[in-house]
């Protein structure tokens, strides 16, 4: 079984600066990662994931995320934010065997200032 | 390609009622999930289905079921219906294939239960 913990609830940010979100996972076996966008009203859209390879991943929108395995986390980053980024960001863990079972965590909701 | 398609968008229903929700799977995708998403909470993962088969499931009652039809598409039907089922409900679908992991949402539909 796997669990996601999004470290931070709410995040909010000024127009053009950079951002994190945080997300740690526990598994007792190797996994996919995924951070996924919803805004509101809307379903879910992928933002990036990471399989294996490079941990550095990119994404859609200008977002990347770091796989760090000996930390369990996989943060995601964007240098400079738009009000257009406004929105819930979730991350989700998936076993290798049951790849497409998402395990989502809570979820960050991000709000950019002007 | 048509994306994932969820019907109705709302429904209001009485505690104790049954209701139908349905889904149309993307174009080539042969493996429908459904999740449940509470009011400023993450998804929950209810089921899975692979070529009309339940291919995993949640910690849901099995007041939760569902169906998956030859073309795909897929319904989830809920029994007796609880203050508690009142969120927006998420179905995903996904293409065949192991390296194919990434689930494709629709818009959702929003059960209220009165």
């Not at chain 1, 497409?100 to 809570?106: A, D, I, V």
């Not at chain 2, 209701?19 to 899975?48: D, E, K």
């Amino acid at each position: 079984a796997q669990s996601v913990t999004q470290l931070d609830s709410q995040v909010p940010v000024f127009e053009e600066a950079p951002v994190e979100l945080r997300c740690n996972y526990s598994s007792s076996v190797s996994v996919y990662l995924f951070w996924y966008v919803q805004y509101p009203n809307q379903g879910l859209q992928l933002l990036l994931k990471y399989l294996s390879g490079s941990t550095l991943v990119k994404g859609i929108n200008g977002f990347e995320a770091e796989f760090n395995k000996s930390q369990t986390s996989f943060h995601l980053r964007k240098p400079s934010v738009h009000i257009s980024d406004t929105a819930e960001y979730f991350c989700a863990v998936s076993g290798l065997g049951s790849a497409r079972q998402l395990t989502f965590g809570s979820g960050t909701q991000l709000t950019v200032l002007p | 390609e048509t994306g994932v398609t969820q019907s109705p968008t709302h429904l209001i229903k009485t505690r104790g009622q049954q209701v139908t929700l349905r889904c149309s799977s993307q174009s080539g995708h042969n493996t429908v999930s459904w999740y449940q998403q509470a009011l400023g909470q993450g998804p929950q993962f209810i089921f899975q289905y692979y070529r009309e088969e339940e291919n995993g499931r949640g910690n849901f009652p099995p007041r939760f079921s569902g169906l998956q039809f030859p073309n795909y598409s897929s319904e989830l039907n809920v029994n007796a219906l609880e203050l508690d089922d009142s969120a927006l409900y998420l179905c995903a679908s996904s293409p065949t294939g192991v390296a194919n992991t990434e689930a494709f949402f629709g818009q959702g539909t929003r059960l209220t239960v009165v």
